[in-house]
């Protein structure tokens, strides 16, 4: 694959209210907000393709209006930002992970936005280890850049072996990973927790998947001390389309394999997101 020219590059974006925008480079660094900013995630496929744009554009208002920042532009803004910021950092063949963070700012006559441009990691479909944590989001269903922050300083005390943490409310339910859905099966049956969660966007098509595949669902996390009786695990996510999860603490599930319906699952994915793609 051809590289980033410029391996992460960062934009920031003024829009005024008649929807111009200015887009400028920026070197500073995107890590650390000391407010709440609203953010949201999504790839590219095939250079400049994405699946689900309209479901991107719709969170990102949604936690933009739960965080109380305010958002003065539209969806085909947005495409057009995004498409310029690609079309300046990347080649024709290079697949890419897009962050798009707003902050809050004094003027609200003004939005401004920073977009980062990450290179998109290699995820090979076979068994990975997650990890567990007692912990609940505030607001599950906002996005908010802060708790990226509060993840990334929990990931920090873990192998880098691990895939994902998991995040187990205190009665023992596996809700959600820090950067994923969860799902695991149990007597013939998906459960993936409903409440407490962020609903990502990668979520609702495995959802319409498991109901085209007449796969019962359970909208209840699985609980932690059941985990020895789960036959199979994954998770999902934008970047990771659906990874099997073979491995949760100490807990070998799936004989450390892929599961049958984890791999039926992933099949239906990798089809339905190249029967959707959209330009950007």
């Known amino acids: 694959m051809t590289e980033l020219t410029n391996p992460n590059p960062a934009f920031m974006v003024e829009i005024d209210s008649r929807g111009e925008y200015r887009i400028h480079p920026f070197q500073g660094s995107l890590d650390h907000f000391d407010e709440a900013a609203a953010y949201t995630t999504l790839r590219t496929y095939h250079y400049d393709r994405v699946l689900n744009f309209a479901a991107h554009y719709q969170r990102l208002v949604l936690s933009a209006e739960i965080l109380q920042i305010p958002i003065n532009f539209g969806i085909h803004v947005l495409r057009s930002v995004l498409r310029e910021a690609i079309h300046r950092s990347i080649q024709q063949t290079k697949d890419v992970r897009l962050r798009i963070i707003i902050p809050k700012v004094a003027n609200s006559s003004q939005t401004s936005l920073f977009i980062r441009i990450e290179e998109l990691p290699a995820y090979p479909f076979k068994g990975y280890q997650a990890a567990t944590v007692i912990y609940q989001r505030e607001h599950a269903e906002a996005k908010n850049i802060q708790f990226s922050q509060f993840a990334a300083e929990i990931r920090s005390k873990f192998s880098p ?120």
């Open 161 to 280: 072996n691990i895939e994902e943490i998991l995040m187990v409310s205190p009665n023992g339910e596996i809700l959600e990973g820090l950067s994923s859905n969860f799902y695991a099966v149990l007597d013939g049956k998906i459960y993936t927790a409903e409440k407490g969660v962020l609903f990502g966007t990668t979520r609702e098509i495995i959802l319409k998947i498991c109901r085209e595949l007449s796969l019962p669902v359970e909208p209840t996390g699985i609980r932690q001390d059941a985990l020895p009786a789960v036959t199979e695990a994954f998770i999902t996510s934008v970047s990771r389309g659906v990874l099997p999860i073979t491995q949760i603490d100490q807990q070998i599930i799936a004989n450390n394999q892929p599961g049958l319906l984890t791999q039926q699952i992933h099949g239906r994915y990798s089809q339905w997101v190249e029967n959707h793609l959209e330009p950007l």
